[in-house]
């Protein structure tokens, strides 16, 4: 009897540890420039795709990201070649490098670089309202966690709604906020911040700015990408 407690028991445990990697298992594609990671003494180490954009993977910010495949000939076959990658990502975890984010490759394919600049998984801090300036500490920020969604703190409050973007238009939904009281100037600013990101209608990419029309304004929002130094 006991043995069969224990044996249920252990296979409880399994069920929920399968429950929770099936959890954290994520698909994505990525486009990139397929490249081999060499180490210092110049030998090969595997591979790695130098990604258009920074994508937010498993909530860490990342420029690149390395591959794993079982068909190497493949990635020989679209070495320093723009690619289209789709795979499964993987967790490892290394002594001296810790977590590693690795792309099991299922399809990749070679396809030409569109320039297209991608806000999903990025973050950015306001550093000019349609040429008003801004205020300094009262930070305004704007994220795009995933597709469809955006959120940011307004000057005083946290804001959060969704985001419709398609090519270089964006349109906001409507956006709910918190109602904590800061000072009237902060006040004014996060007003008029709210309501121009209500107006929005474009971005655009020049870097190191993300530049943002609306309609109403005759100068865009710009603003600068914030980058998290803990991750």
Sequence with gaps: ?????????????LFLISLVANAQEQTITVTGKLTRVMASGGESTGWAIELDAETNVGGKQIHSIEVSSRDIDKLKQFDNKHVLA???????QGVET?????????SIQ??????????????WLLEDLAGAGVIDKAQATLAFSEEGKVAGKGSCNRFFGTAKITGGKIQFGPLGATRMACPEAIMDQETKYLVALQKADGFEWKDPYLLLHAKGFEKPLRFTRLIDKKK
């Design 1 to 13: 009897m006991r043995l069969m407690r224990i044996a249920a028991g252990l296979s409880l445990s």
């Design 86 to 92: 789709s795979g499964k990502i993987l967790h490892r």
């Design 98 to 106: 810790g977590d590693r984010i690795i792309l099991e490759v299922s």
């Design 110 to 123: 070679e396809t030409k670089y569109s320039g297209a600049f991608s806000l999903i998984g990025s973050e």
